[in-house]
Each structure stands twice: as C-alpha cells, then as structure tokens.
C-alpha cells in the first residue's frame, strides 16, 4: 500500500531546538504528499473496483441469466402485454417461485397493484421499470463492499455458517483477494473440527506463501483464533483471516463456542473480530433467514458472502435476506474459481435476473 511512498526519507540535518519543531520532520513527508498519496490510491482502488464490477455485470449475466429467477421472469412480460392482475399474479407467482419468500414477494407486488391502480402506469414496460426500481431499491442499501481499515492491525475477519456452504474456499479466494490489493496477511485454521479442512488451508497457504497458524485437530478453536491474532500482530500483519467449523445453527453448545471465539479475541484488541463474515449457501432457499438469525443472535454477524448462485440457486433469497436483516453483502459466489467471488453489484445482479425490457 502507497507502495511510492516507501522511499527513505532523505536525510536531513538535525533539527535545532525550537518551541515549534515543523510537522513534515517525523516522517520526512510533509502532509501535502500524505494527502495527495491517500487520494492517489483511493482513486486507484476506485477505478479497480469499476473495472470489476464491470467484468462481474458480464459474469452475472451469464451464470445468473440461467437461474430460475431469470428463467421464472423470462417469458413473463410477453405472455402478458396488458396491465392486468393476471400480469400481477404472474409476477408475485415468479418471484415466489425464485425464493425471494413471501413478506418481499407481498411488498413488492402490492406497491405495483396499488401504482397500477392510481394509473401510474402507462404500459407494461413502465410497470417493469418500476419492478426493476423495486428489487433495485430492496439491494442498495446493503451493497457495501468490505472496507479493510488499516487502523486496525491485523484487521481480523472470522468466518462463520453451516456445514459445506464454503466458508474454506471463500476464505482462500478473499486471501488471494487481499493479497492482490498489497495486504499482509494470515490465516487461522480454526475448522479444528474437520481434519482435511486445516489441511485444505495449510495447503492453500504454503501454495500462495500465507502464513497458517494451526494447532491440528480438536484444538480448541478459541485458542486457534487467540494465538493467529497474536502472531499476526507480532508480525504486524495487515489482514487474519480465522476460518472456523461449519456448525448446524440448531446446535446450541457449537453457536455458544463462536461467542467465546470473539470475547477470547477481544482480549487482544477490544474491536476484534472487524468483520464477522457469515457464508451462506444460495441454494438453501429459505432456511437461509433461519440460520443468519441463529448466527446474528450468536455472533453478531457484520457481513455475508452469499455463494453457489451458479448453481440451482434461486436468486430470491437474496433480496429476502437484504429486506430482513439489512446486513451488508459483502460478495457473492458464481463459481468456483478464485475470480468467481464477486463483489456484490446490486445493478449488476437484478439486471442478470430480470429478462430485457419489454418493448413498448
Ligand atoms: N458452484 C459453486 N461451488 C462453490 C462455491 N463456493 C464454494 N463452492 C464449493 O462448495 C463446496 C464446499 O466448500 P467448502 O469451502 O469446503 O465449505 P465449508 O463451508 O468450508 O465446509 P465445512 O468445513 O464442512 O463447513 C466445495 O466443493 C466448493 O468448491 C460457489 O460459489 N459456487
């Protein structure tokens, strides 16, 4: 990071006593380079991030073009050329149908029949528009990519959710991530549950130079997660990353243990973990709410990566999850090569879903 300015300071004189000492001396860049050094590279991460998101809006349309979301939608607004409550039906039967749950599917359907009725409508591409407006206006508020705060050494990110849905692999395609963008970085293998996964990540790090601290199978994952934060800071590392053990939201003594993974790391540093990042299946369909409540409650969850929509995810849930719990989507999983973690684009994602416009 502001890789330009680790240049040595140039030496300079000592500096006679004075009442004032000037302010660039310490560390021989006078606030001008550091401002302008901090906007350069704000600027360089915002251009990566459009050109991202601009790669991911084409990935989408081809992965989620084929998902029942977009598929249940496609025909739809042909089959239907008139404003009507057939049209209406159609739609709430598509979105239902696509996982989105009933509260979400209602409040979206009933904001058109009562726009319909008040004759807001010309035609029935006004009437997509104002769908497209709706799911649109459901994502936004919860598209807030990860921010790494550099205050915060080693900003610390623990992985959490069920059995299988990818918290592993996640874990090496946000490390490969990271590391792309300049940040140290470390991982704990606290899945001490399941032999191959600290395997899965030793492997991973010794491929890509990643340091892993392990204790091997059964330790206490506790004690895993305390001594990678520990190392990490003595390393002065940029980003942990703790994995943890998949565990069943049901399962009371498991989902108590991840409380004590966050007070056992807040004796380092009272804000860690920064992120609580909880993975969920996108094929799970609705129980998907029931587990983010169980974890949120458990460990208070600062973010999700939503993964598997390449597969025969629906879609739906993911707007039933943003409506729910208003918690920030982090990234979502197309795939799984380390590319196919996306960042989460709302634009991107409801035009992948939705068919063209109709024509007028
Ligand atoms: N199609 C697809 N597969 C994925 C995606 N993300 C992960 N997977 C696959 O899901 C499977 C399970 O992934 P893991 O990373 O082992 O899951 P986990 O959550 O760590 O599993 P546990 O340790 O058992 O809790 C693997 O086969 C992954 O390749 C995705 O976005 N799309």
């Known amino acids: ?114 726009r319909m009725k008040d004759r807001d409508f010309a035609d029935v591409p006004a009437l997509f528009r104002a769908l497209r407006n709706d799911l649109l206006a459901m994502l936004k508020p919860v598209a ?20 299988g849905v990818g918290k592993t692999t996640t874990i090496g395609k946000l490390a490969r991530r990271f590391q792309l963008d300049g940040h140290s970085l470390m991982l704990a293998a606290g899945d001490t549950f399941r032999a191959a996964a600290v395997e899965q990540l030793k492997i991973w790090g010794e491929r890509n130079q990643v340091h892993v601290v392990a204790q091997g199978q059964d330790a206490d994952p506790a004690s895993v997660a305390f001594d990678g934060l520990q190392t990490a800071k003595a390393k002065d590392i940029d980003v942990l990353i703790a994995d943890t053990a998949g565990r069943l939201h049901t399962q009371q003594g498991l989902m108590a243990e991840l409380g004590k993974i966050r007070r056992v790391l807040a004796k380092l540093d009272a804000r860690a973990p920064h992120e609580v990042l909880m993975v969920i299946d996108g094929t799970t369909g609705q129980n998907a709410l029931n587990q983010l409540r169980q974890f949120h409650a458990a460990v208070k969850v600062t973010g999700l990566v939503v993964t598997k929509l390449d597969g025969t995810a629906k879609g739906g849930v993911v707007f039933a999850l943003a409506r729910e719990f208003g918690l920030p989507i982090r990234f979502i999983g197309l795939g799984e090569k380390p590319e196919d973690l996306r960042v989460f684009d709302p634009e991107g994602f409801v035009d992948a879903l939705l068919p063209a416009a109709p024509a007028a």
């Open 144 to 163: 807030k990519p990860l921010e790494i705060d550099a205050t915060a050494k080693p900003f610390v990110i623990l992985t959490v959710g069920v059995n």
């Open 1 to 114: 990071m502001f890789d330009f300015l680790k240049k040595k300071p140039e030496k300079t004189e000592p500096a006679k006593p004075s009442a004032k000492p000037a302010a660039p001396a310490r560390s021989g860049f006078s606030p001008d380079d550091l401002a302008r050094a901090f906007t350069v590279h704000q600027e360089e991460k915002a251009a990566r991030l459009e050109a991202e998101l601009a790669e991911g809006r084409e990935a989408m349309k081809g992965t989620l073009g084929g998902s029942l979301f977009a598929r249940s939608l496609g025909g739809l607004f042909s089959r239907n050329p008139q404003l009507d409550e057939d049209l209406l039906d159609e739609i709430e039967t598509a979105l239902i149908t696509a996982d989105m749950g009933v509260p979400a599917t209602t409040e979206v359907v009933e904001r058109l029949r009562k």
